[in-house]
């Protein structure tokens, strides 16, 4: 007897969903029906480009309309790749057609168009959730062990992250990336939405008291009406806690996540997309310094970890991950209202960091409301 799937379809043909073409075949609790694009010929060339490279059991179908997808009886689930500025159209659709939602992400151009999607999701009793893979890695257990063991970390007081990568001119001109209609929050909603979720991931989601943003660099693409952010930083701020981030399409590659506190500190390189090649890992290092009149010492002291997870190809990777806890949350029929909540969160935290940048980089009292 066959084990029951969650089956999905893709809704868009982005570069993205390539890599979660196989995610959804090495899920495991998966079926990829269908593939969607307003171009029917975009879809056939999707589904052979990523066939030759990774078959799935049964060739899933070329759809030449989303509507079409979204009517299908036969899809339980939709991943949705689209562009910032045409999410919250397809995602309210999504759900008004009783399909689960997996949306990459920021989910919506602002805070009010999140709150109206998640909020149609839970009126349609469908499972809402965005698309941070890392956030399903195996190895954000392992972290949250070590931070909360006492000993290697102490008390919280820092966090520092950076994701950056240095684009090619191709990019920074022709790239939907650099559409203000299409991607209004430039590298803050392609980057730093990682870096703000794993800060508010290390908070246990505690709402900060305050944030500022600095926007550093801006540029568009030809036809764009705006500019938008090439290269902004900023600062969470929590009670007893400092956060920094760092996001640019304008520095070479670098995915740094620092957490210190009273008796150590612990860090990683390769947050968001770990390193291909090598068990998941991290380091805990708890240095001493020693002062013997002259001799001023300071003596390395470090653990290192590692989990039984690789990168993006494997099926223990955390993108497998996500389709894999996506999908039994479906196949239970049971919903998760973290996920949605965590979302809402993250998008008024980056909301809040952009209108402090727009206000001359002012410190903004964080607002939920």
Not at 201 to 227: C, D, F, H
Not at 235 to 255: G, I, W
Not at 300 to 306: G, N, S, V
């Amino acid at each position: 007897m066959n084990e029951k799937k969650c089956r999905w379809g893709i809704l868009g043909t982005a570069g993205i969903a390539q890599k979660n073409w196989q995610s959804i075949r090495n899920a495991g609790n998966a079926e990829l029906i269908a593939v969607a694009s307003r171009d029917i010929q975009k879809s056939r060339d999707f589904i052979d480009r990523c066939s030759q490279q990774v078959p799935h059991p049964n060739t899933p179908l070329a759809l030449g309309s989303y509507e079409e997808l979204l009517s299908r009886e036969d899809v339980d689930a939709i991943y949705l790749p689209l562009p910032t500025g045409l999410r919250h159209e397809w995602a309210l659709k999504v759900a008004g057609a009783g399909k689960h939602l997996l949306c990459e992400k920021p989910c919506g151009i602002n805070a009010e168009q999140v709150e109206e999607i998640t909020s149609a999701c839970e009126r349609a009793g469908v499972q809402f959730m965005d698309g941070v893979m890392f956030m399903h890695s195996e190895r954000m257990k392992r972290i949250r062990a070590v931070i909360d063991d006492g000993k290697s970390v102490g008390k919280l007081r820092r966090i520092n992250t950076q994701f950056s990568f240095c684009a090619p001119e191709e990019f920074l001109t022709q790239n939907i990336r650099m559409h203000s209609d299409l991607e209004p929050h430039g590298c803050l909603g392609d980057l730093g939405w990682y870096t703000l979720r794993f800060i508010l991931w290390v908070m246990k989601y505690e709402k900060p008291k305050s944030v500022v943003g600095r926007l550093l660099n801006s540029s568009s693409m030809s036809g764009s009406p705006k500019q938008v952010p090439t290269e902004f930083s900023g600062e969470v701020l929590f009670e007893d806690v400092s956060a920094s981030f760092y996001c640019s399409f304008l520095t070479e590659h670098q995915q740094l996540a620092h957490i210190s506190g009273t008796k150590g500190n612990l860090r990683m390189d390769d947050f968001v997309l770990p390193y291909f090649g090598n068990r998941l890992g991290f380091t805990a290092s708890n240095s001493i310094f020693d002062c013997d009149v002259c001799d001023f010492r300071m003596e390395r002291r470090e653990t290192a970890y590692q989990v039984e997870e690789y990168a993006s190809s494997h099926p223990s990777a955390q993108e497998s991950n996500l389709f894999r806890n996506f999908s039994g949350l479906v196949l239970s029929g049971e919903l998760d209202g973290h996920w949605p909540k965590i979302t809402r969160l993250t998008q008024k935290v980056l909301m809040s960091c952009m209108d402090s940048a727009e206000q001359g980089s002012v410190e903004l009292e964080f607002s939920d409301s």
